[in-house]
């Protein structure tokens, strides 16, 4: 039997419904599956019981692992409106214990599909996020194929970002990539850069990231259930983990990151993932471009050996690139950052990206940044001592990133450059006048850059 | 300028509209307040700044009086969507500071009208709820009108509750009054029986409610500021507060209790409201009836002075009219009850309850209880020692209650009755089968009542 959960509106219009009938919105009679005419029954919605076990959340009590659950179960079947799935995620966010996010993992991990793959090591690297224009998963993942490591990549679209690895990679290539042809490729590639929605993995978790993303909600134990559930779903089983650490990141002190790293070693060694935390500089933004097609311009710049690549773009992805390499039993201890270097150096991790590009579906159109320009300017002469993640990830978003490819911020200078009072120190891309205007006015009340 | 915040929903049947034309919902087009046809613009909505406070209350930081005072004039003006409203709630379920209860309910008071009246007292009564069947405002407000006391009670309707004051008032009276006639009413018959929602009172109060309805969220912060802002809003200067307490009501321990007590003579001794709080049974449901239609047959019972009228329903009433009796300087001390119950035996209570139903728009249909019915048997004989508030209240709520009029549940024996096994103990009434269904399920599964 098909179901599903719909709020009734009701229309008095015969152009629109005769009476009698029901209307659905496009998703949701794709969601139910079946054809235009076809006759339904319809009655009042029995809330579901798990909400109960909200309740007992909000009213500051940890859950069992039975009641986390059925609300994943509740979730991945589209249960829980808007409006019980914020409550959900802010009751979560209010405190949860480590059990209970070791249950949430499961539970979500158990709700989906997960994939498997012929082969002992199945190697992933993943950053919390938060430091805009952070974009080494599409270096470091070709750096894998060259090797030969297996390294099937299923990212997700940006939460809070202006940009997910799967919204930079889909400036080059299809990334919406079904499950058949995504096995295809990996079998011939070692690799992949897809985007995981399609897949079902932790399926729950993207209902959760529908309420997270607009609240901007990113707590650790919801990071660790969502990243672990994902990888675990993935069919990986060696990670590589970047926590970025720093004044505007995610992570703003030295114990915060301790614990997260303990909370996530906690969840994956429980799930039988092998984990490798690194702790990452987050105290500026990564490369110069932030934003879908600036960022893409940045790793392709990189990945060609341009002599002005963003040179910390590059040291970091070879960094993370070298401790996926050491997991290789092939490879002798510690050189793996020498086989990452060598990799990208020689060009084989240029041409192992341009496989991966056409093998997923090379895109046409070649995407410039947003036509709409403006530059902000430097209110003084002085040193830059330090640039607001968060303020510049606002200001991008604003601006219309991730859905307006074009659209972002490009960095002309980062921190310990000098500038010249009035020297523009970055420039906002739009593709429309709303969104530069939205852009600007958030920079224009604080622009992001410290000068000392 | 006229503004409405609304979700984009894209439609390409010429039917409904044409390229370049918008649709709303009657309700949005009543609240935009523009004429079919008329000229608007349309720009990407500016997320309300005070979303930024509502992410540090989720944080778990306190906010400052002027951080409520915007989130509350956003709130108000329809700028938050649902979800965002549950993540504001749900935040403050979490912990809320007595001054940031206080900062609230001014708050609350200052986006929303305020009534003033031509006296210098003007009492009201009102109960936390929690207690299916206890209507006792619908006896004490004609008793305050018999002796002459300002009653003008604006009544919300049920939050989390089978059924509030202006959903059973509704069964006998118009209760949907436009101002104007509110004001006309109270100056000839000292009193009103009104539902508040149309004149503004603390409007943020009612989208909050808008949320916190449906995740049946009711803290002892949120209660507060709710009920103390309708009041001060409403003009009340004395304020008689039924806060019952047993273990099943919402208030299950004598330390809760006095904590919410202090936390309400807090807040309004700050906003100026003369309060007296009197705690009382919540061991079980007060009279028989739980709904609206029910409900109202047992308040007509009491004032009726019928020989089988509830008498738990008659005794409470009676004990809160006196205490807001003795508020006038005009009775002797402690002599409030007697006069309560004069007014009450003699028939003065009953008259002056008809003309409130005359003057407010006698309902001319007579509604009875659903005529789907159920009876609810004892499991086994034995002596009843408690029936569960919140239990009978689920089930009245699941036959349909307050919204199906009809619909709720009828209490045939109470606690300290002896049962035979087989015996009905309740019964329960609905007009759809669905939701008859509903509560016989939710009874089945524990019938909420104890059998010793």
Known sequence: MREILATLAVVDDPAMLEAGELGLGEQAFQRLGLPE???????????????????????????????????IEDIAAYRYSHMELAAFVVACAGFMTTQETLALTRAMVDVGNRLTWDAPLVVDKHCIGGIPGNRTSMIVVPIMAAHGLLCPKTSSRAITSPSGTADTMEVLAHVDIAEDRLTEIVAAEKAVLAWGG????????????????????????????????????AGSTHL?????????????????????????????????LELKVVFTDG?????????????????????????????????????????????????????????????????????????????????????????????????????ITAIDCERIARIARQAGAPMDKGAGVDLLVKAGAEVRSGEAMYRIHASTQTGLDFACDLANEDTGYRIA
């Open 198 to 233: 399609r897949m079902r993995l932790s399926p729950a978790d993207d209902v959760l990231i529908s309420v997270e993303r607009p609240l901007r909600i990113d707590t650790m134990e919801q990071m660790v259930a969502s990243i672990i559930s994902k990888k675990v779903a």
């Open 37 to 71: 005419g076809a006759g339904v029954e319809i009655a009042q919605a029995r809330p579901p019981a798990s909400l109960e076990s909200v309740r007992r959340k909000i009213d500051g009590e940890a859950l069992s692992d039975s009641e986390l659950a059925a609300i």
């Open 283 to 383: 105290s500026q933004p990564v490369g110069r471009g932030v934003g879908p097609v600036l960022e893409a311009r940045d790793v392709m710049a990189v990945l060609n050996n341009e002599p002005d690549a963003p040179e910390d773009l590059r040291e970091r992805a070879v960094m993370l690139a070298g401790h996926m390499l050491d997991f290789d039993p092939a490879i002798p201890g510690g050189k793996g950052y020498a086989r990452a270097l060598e990799l990208l150096a020689s060009g084989a991790a240029l041409a192992a990206m341009e496989r991966l590009i056409d093998a997923q579906g090379r895109k046409m159109e070649r995407l410039a940044p947003g036509h709409l320009k403006h530059d902000i300017k430097a209110a003084r002469a002085g040193r």
């Open 240 to 272: 590589v983990l970047d926590i970025p650490v720093g004044p505007t990141a995610k992570v703003r002190s030295q114990s915060d990151a301790v614990r997260l790293r303990k909370l996530f070693e906690y969840v994956a060694r429980h799930m039988g």
